[in-house]
């Protein structure tokens, strides 16, 4: 048993001593809906995972965040907002705000809020990552403190700001005891993966998820790709995957992160739908591959979380490209769902005790690093 580990192991065994219920809030770059979840935990190894809930967002409120991504794409930093930056902050303030109140309604009162906000840039390679969503207001609202920003101390000090749920991967793991190593892979808009080995915890996004199929999608009128059955009605455009695939980017070493819109789908543009979208989503699983053979040794359990669970053909295809079986979260009596906004609840405790929620091996951070900003209800 490696000492970090024992030392968890020696928290965890301290009763429920310590613990905080914390309350995670995330919208993912697939800009879906806010994902809502409750967690009772002391930042370390024990964790006592509540109910969750996802609020989706309606049209005009995804058509507000969608219309600002080019200027965030061309801000200075994080902080600058132009008109339509400022009513889409506006947009998600209000929607988070309500799924939270309406979940506090149901679960009662918590000690934090862990608030991720909604990503509309990620460009740490000019020291710049943009979350919408003002803590303060949120924090008036609630009347419960809030844990925000947690990626800028890290993108600050030179690492990737992301990924930032492994250590509550880590967790997971070692509580449940999975055979290790142990890869987690979560399929949001972007995939990003952790790989857990006795002291070694890596991290780094692989390439697109669901945000390529989701972009396609709207063009047909649909949010997402439902089930995969859109993509199962198409071939896979064996040019347009390897012209996909012949980016930089995945022979770079890790720590490395991405932005939704890092990847130019022009390759399969000229293709029909399907055709396209079965395309995009081997293009997920293949550049999820591609990772794995940067990792120090092939994963034994592979657990896949995050939105793209849902979608079969998506499965199929990783399943594919790895050559091994997977589960999914829930599968393993996690969350596929609330995954990531349990990890946000868990993250804020960890920030609030001045944890470290980043490290060297997973964002590229110059060593372990605290993170997350706290705003106290008055100062709303």
């Known amino acids: 048993m490696n000492s970090e580990r024992a030392m968890a192991d020696a928290v965890a065994s301290n009763a429920a001593e310590g613990n905080m219920r914390a309350v995670g809030v995330i919208s993912g770059t697939s800009m879906d809906g806010v994902d809502v979840a409750l967690v009772e935990t002391d930042g370390e190894a024990r964790v006592v995972r509540g109910p969750s809930a996802m609020r989706p967002y309606t049209a005009p409120e995804r058509s507000a965040i969608r219309a600002a991504m080019a200027d965030a794409a061309a801000a200075p930093d994080g902080a600058h907002r132009t008109p339509l930056l400022a009513e889409a902050e506006r947009v998600v303030t209000e929607a988070h705000g309500a799924a939270v109140a309406d979940f506090l309604a149901e679960v009662g009162t918590v000690d934090l809020v862990g608030w991720h906000g909604q990503t509309v840039a990620h460009a740490p390679e000019r020291g710049m990552t943009m979350q919408l969503g003002r803590a303060g207001e949120l924090a008036r609202r609630l009347d419960v403190s809030v844990v925000s920003d947690f990626r800028s101390a890290d993108v600050a000090a030179g690492g990737q700001g992301a990924p930032l749920v492994p250590a509550y991967h880590r967790a997971l793991a070692w509580q449940a005891g999975l055979e290790e190593p142990v890869m987690f892979v979560n399929l949001g808009g972007v995939a990003n993966l952790t790989f857990i080995d006795g002291e070694a915890l890596i991290a780094f996004d692989t390439g697109p998820a669901s945000a390529l199929i989701d972009d396609a999608m709207s063009e047909a ?160």
Do not use: Q, W
């Not at 995945?250 to 395309?279: I, M, N, Y």
């Not at 550049?287 to 053909?313: D, S």
């Open 221 to 380: 009128g649909e949010p997402y790709d439902a089930g995969g059955a859109t993509a199962a009605r198409g071939m896979v455009d064996k040019a347009a995957l390897g012209a996909l695939m012949d980016h930089p980017y995945f022979a770079a070493p890790f720590p490395k992160s991405l932005d939704r819109d890092a990847f130019d789908p022009f390759p399969v543009a000229r293709l029909a739908l399907p055709e396209r979208v079965a395309t995009l989503t081997r293009f997920t699983a293949e550049a999820l591959a591609a990772g794995v053979r940067l990792l120090p040794r092939p994963p034994t359990t592979v657990v896949l979380c995050g939105g793209g669970t849902h979608n079969r053909t998506m499965v199929r295809f990783i399943e594919e490209a790895l050559g091994v079986k997977v589960a999914s979260a829930t599968d393993l009596g996690f969350s596929s769902d609330a995954m990531e906004a349990e990890a946000f609840a868990y993250l804020a405790v960890r920030s609030r005790r001045g944890l470290p929620i980043t490290f060297p091996t997973t964002t590229g951070a110059p060593r372990p690093l605290a993170g997350g900003r706290l705003t106290l209800p008055s100062a709303g």
